[in-house]
C-alpha cells in the first residue's frame, strides 16, 4: 500500500505493507534509526516521534496509520547545525549514560516543555512517565529538562 | 515485532465502516494502542483490520442539554484537559492516570471501551456515571446503558458488526462529585484496583444518591451497589464511608482475579481502602455548599456572639 507523509520537512512516499510499524518505516524505509525499538510493548517510550505535533510511540502506530501525516524525529529537531535547546541541554547537564533512551526522552521532553518554561521537578517525572532509562536514575535528566524548558523559552 | 499479516482499508464514514466490516470481516482500528499490542503478542490475529481512525464527527466531546456527549475517537489526552466545571471530575481525572503522556496522545475512549480489558479504568468510571454508549451498525443505530455494555473479560455488547459511535455522560450539577482512585500496576500503569463514586449531596451535607463502581480485580467493571446503599440517607463522616467502603467485598462476585504482580486476596483487601478513597474525595467535591453554609453560619454566630458579649458590655 502507498503512503506518503512529511517526514522531517521533507516529503515521502513508500509501498509499504500493511502490517509495518511506523518505527520501522522510519528506521528501514528511511534510514532514520534515532527513533529506538526498547520494549516493543508501548512502555519504554525511546520510539517516541511527533506525529502531527503531539509526541507518541511509534512502535505502536501503523505506517499506514500515519499516511498524510506529518512527522518529526530526533534528527529533525537542530536547525542549521545547531542543536535543538533541549538536545543541547542533555549535552551540558550529561542527562544520559548509555543514550538508548536519549531520542525518545528528549522528543517527550519538548512537548512537555512546549510553553511551560518552569517546569517543576515533580511534572518533569510525571511527564516523563512514558519514558524509561535503565542507567541514569533520572536525576540528570530532569535537570536537564529543567534547564531545557527555560532555553526553549529563550532565558538561560 | 511485526503483527501478523492482515489487509487494510480504511473508512472515511460510519456507513461505510459498517458495510467494510459486512464485505470483509476483521477488527475495528482506532488508536490502535490495545489492539496494536495484542496483534504483535500473536495474541490477536484478526486478518483484516479497518481503520475507522480518520472518520470526521467522531472526534471532540460536545455539551448538549444536561450531557456530554465524547466522540469515540476522542484520546485520553482530550478528556483529560478538557475545560468544563459540569464535566465529571472522575472521568477527567482518569483519563489522565491512563498509560502515559504517549498513550493518551493517541489512545482512543471508544478504543479503549470497546477492547474493556478488566485491568483498564474507563469502563469501571462509565459504569459508575451511568453513562449511555452509542452505537452503529448495519441495522441502524442504538443505545446501551452502561449496565449492560460490560458483559464479560474483552467482552461487551458490541455485534461484530457495530462501531462504537459516542459514549455519553450525564454533567455535574453542583451537588454532584464524582472521583476515581486507582491502585497502580506500578510498571504498565494499568489498575490491579479502580474505584470510581459518584456522589449527590443534600444542601445540609446528607448523602442523598452514591453510585460506586469497581475495575482491575474482576472480569469486568463491576457496579457495588452494597456501598451506595449503605450511605444514602448518612452524613458522609469518615466511619460512614468506610463501613460502606467495606460493603464493596458483597459485591465482587466469585471470580476476583490474581496474577504475578498482586494476588486476588491482596487486591481483595485492597478494594475497600480504593473505593473510601473514591467516596472521600467525591464527597468532598459534591458537598462544598454545605460546607461552605456550615463555614459561613459558624463565622456569623461567632460574630453575632461578638456583637452580644460587646453589647452587654
Same mark, same amino acid.
Given at each position: 500500500?502507498?503512503?506518503?507523509?512529511?517526514?522531517?520537512?521533507?516529503?515521502?512516499?513508500?509501498?509499504?505493507?500493511?502490517?509495518?510499524?511506523?518505527?520501522?518505516?522510519?528506521?528501514?524505509?528511511?534510514?532514520?534509526? @534515532?527513533?529506538?525499538?526498547?520494549?516493543?510493548?508501548?512502555?519504554?517510550?525511546?520510539?517516541?516521534?511527533?506525529?502531527?505535533?503531539?509526541?507518541?510511540?511509534?512502535?505502536?502506530?501503523?505506517?499506514?496509520?500515519?499516511?498524510?501525516?506529518?512527522?518529526?524525529?530526533?534528527?529533525?529537531?537542530?536547525?542549521?547545525?545547531?542543536?535543538?535547546?533541549?538536545?543541547?541541554?542533555?549535552?551540558?547537564?550529561?542527562?544520559?549514560?548509555?543514550?538508548?533512551?536519549?531520542?525518545?526522552?528528549?522528543?517527550?521532553?519538548?512537548?512537555?516543555?512546549? @510553553?511551560?518554561?518552569?517546569?517543576?521537578?515533580?511534572?518533569?517525572?510525571?511527564?516523563?512517565? @512514558?519514558?524509561?532509562?535503565?542507567?541514569? @536514575?533520572?536525576?540528570?535528566?530532569?535537570?536537564?529538562?529543567?534547564?531545557?524548558?527555560?532555553?526553549?523559552?529563550?532565558?538561560? | 515485532?511485526?503483527?501478523?499479516?492482515?489487509?487494510?482499508? $480504511?473508512? !472515511?464514514?460510519? %456507513?461505510?465502516?459498517?458495510?467494510?466490516?459486512?464485505?470483509?470481516?476483521?477488527?475495528?482500528?482506532?488508536?490502535?494502542?490495545?489492539?496494536?499490542?495484542?496483534?504483535?503478542?500473536?495474541?490477536?490475529?484478526?486478518?483484516?483490520?479497518?481503520?475507522?481512525?480518520?472518520?470526521?464527527?467522531? $472526534?471532540?466531546?460536545?455539551?448538549?442539554?444536561?450531557?456530554? $456527549?465524547?466522540?469515540?475517537?476522542?484520546?485520553?489526552?482530550?478528556?483529560?484537559?478538557? !475545560?468544563?466545571?459540569?464535566?465529571?471530575?472522575?472521568?477527567?481525572?482518569?483519563?489522565?492516570?491512563?498509560?502515559?503522556?504517549?498513550?493518551?496522545?493517541?489512545?482512543?475512549?471508544?478504543?479503549?471501551?470497546?477492547?474493556? %480489558?478488566?485491568?483498564? %479504568?474507563?469502563?469501571?468510571?462509565?459504569?459508575?456515571?451511568?453513562?449511555?454508549?452509542?452505537?452503529?451498525?448495519?441495522?441502524?443505530?442504538?443505545?446501551?446503558?452502561?449496565?449492560?455494555?460490560?458483559?464479560?473479560?474483552?467482552?461487551?455488547?458490541?455485534?461484530?458488526?457495530?462501531?462504537?459511535?459516542?459514549?455519553?455522560?450525564?454533567?455535574?450539577?453542583?451537588?454532584?462529585?464524582?472521583?476515581?482512585?486507582?491502585?497502580?500496576?506500578?510498571?504498565?500503569?494499568?489498575?490491579?484496583?479502580?474505584?470510581?463514586?459518584?456522589?449527590?449531596?443534600?444542601?445540609?451535607?446528607?448523602?442523598?444518591?452514591?453510585?460506586?463502581?469497581?475495575?482491575?480485580?474482576?472480569?469486568?467493571?463491576?457496579?457495588?451497589?452494597?456501598?451506595?446503599?449503605?450511605?444514602?440517607?448518612?452524613?458522609?463522616?469518615?466511619?460512614?464511608?468506610?463501613?460502606?467502603?467495606?460493603?464493596?467485598?458483597?459485591?465482587?462476585?466469585?471470580?476476583?482475579?490474581? !496474577?504475578?504482580?498482586?494476588?486476588?486476596?491482596?487486591?481483595?483487601?485492597?478494594?475497600?481502602?480504593?473505593?473510601?478513597?473514591?467516596?472521600?474525595?467525591?464527597?468532598?467535591?459534591?458537598?462544598?455548599?454545605?460546607?461552605?453554609?456550615?463555614?459561613?453560619?459558624?463565622?456569623?454566630?461567632?460574630?453575632?456572639?461578638?456583637?452580644?458579649?460587646?453589647?452587654?458590655?
Amino acid at each position: 500500500m502507498k503512503v506518503s507523509m512529511t517526514v522531517n520537512g521533507k516529503a515521502t512516499e513508500r509501498d509499504v505493507e500493511p502490517r509495518m510499524l511506523l518505527v520501522h518505516f522510519l528506521r528501514d524505509e528511511l534510514g532514520l534509526t @534515532g527513533a529506538n525499538i526498547g520494549c516493543d510493548t508501548t512502555q519504554c517510550g525511546s520510539c517516541t516521534i511527533h506525529l502531527n505535533g503531539t509526541a507518541v510511540k511509534s512502535c505502536t502506530v501503523l505506517a499506514v496509520q500515519a499516511d498524510g501525516t506529518s512527522i518529526t524525529t530526533i534528527e529533525g529537531l537542530a536547525q542549521n547545525g545547531n542543536l535543538h535547546p533541549m538536545q543541547q541541554a542533555f549535552w551540558d547537564k550529561h542527562g544520559l549514560q548509555c543514550g538508548f533512551c536519549t531520542p525518545g526522552m528528549i522528543m517527550a521532553a519538548t512537548k512537555l516543555a512546549a @510553553g511551560n518554561p518552569h517546569l517543576t521537578d515533580e511534572e518533569i517525572r510525571h511527564g516523563l512517565e @512514558g519514558n524509561l532509562c535503565r542507567c541514569t @536514575g533520572y536525576e540528570n535528566i530532569v535537570r536537564a529538562v529543567k534547564a531545557g524548558a527555560q532555553a526553549m523559552a529563550g532565558g538561560d | 515485532m511485526y503483527p501478523p499479516k492482515f489487509d487494510y482499508y $480504511r473508512a !472515511d464514514s460510519v %456507513d461505510e465502516a459498517v458495510a467494510l466490516m459486512g464485505q470483509h470481516g476483521g477488527k475495528f482500528i482506532a488508536g490502535g494502542h490495545s489492539l496494536l499490542p495484542v496483534m504483535k503478542m500473536r495474541l490477536a490475529d484478526p486478518g483484516v483490520l479497518i481503520d475507522i481512525g480518520r472518520i470526521d464527527g467522531l $472526534r471532540g466531546i460536545t455539551r448538549s442539554g444536561n450531557s456530554f $456527549r465524547i466522540g469515540a475517537l476522542t484520546t485520553h489526552a482530550t478528556v483529560a484537559a478538557y !475545560d468544563d466545571r459540569h464535566f465529571p471530575d472522575a472521568l477527567k481525572h482518569a483519563a489522565g492516570m491512563i498509560g502515559d503522556p504517549q498513550v493518551r496522545n493517541r489512545g482512543t475512549v471508544g478504543g479503549n471501551v470497546a477492547h474493556a %480489558d478488566p485491568a483498564s %479504568d474507563l469502563p469501571t468510571v462509565f459504569l459508575a456515571l451511568g453513562a449511555t454508549f452509542h452505537i452503529a451498525g448495519a441495522n441502524g443505530a442504538r443505545s446501551v446503558h452502561a449496565a449492560n455494555f460490560f458483559t464479560g473479560l474483552f467482552e461487551t455488547a458490541l455485534a461484530e458488526n457495530e462501531v462504537l459511535t459516542a459514549v455519553e455522560v450525564p454533567a455535574e450539577g453542583i451537588e454532584n462529585g464524582s472521583a476515581y482512585a486507582k491502585l497502580f500496576n506500578p510498571a504498565s500503569r494499568y489498575a490491579m484496583v479502580g474505584a470510581c463514586a459518584n456522589i449527590t449531596v443534600s444542601l445540609t451535607g446528607e448523602c442523598t444518591a452514591c453510585s460506586v463502581a469497581v475495575g482491575g480485580l474482576t472480569p469486568k467493571a463491576t457496579a457495588a451497589p452494597s456501598v451506595g446503599a449503605a450511605l444514602v440517607g448518612k452524613q458522609l463522616t469518615d466511619d460512614n464511608i468506610a463501613a460502606a467502603a467495606a460493603l464493596v467485598l458483597n459485591d465482587l462476585g466469585g471470580d476476583v482475579m490474581g !496474577d504475578i504482580h498482586a494476588s486476588a486476596e491482596y487486591r481483595r483487601q485492597m478494594a475497600p481502602v480504593f473505593v473510601g478513597r473514591a467516596l472521600t474525595l467525591a464527597g468532598h467535591r459534591a458537598g462544598w455548599v454545605a460546607r461552605l453554609q456550615k463555614n459561613v453560619k459558624d463565622v456569623a454566630g461567632d460574630v453575632l456572639e461578638e456583637i452580644e458579649r460587646r453589647l452587654r458590655k
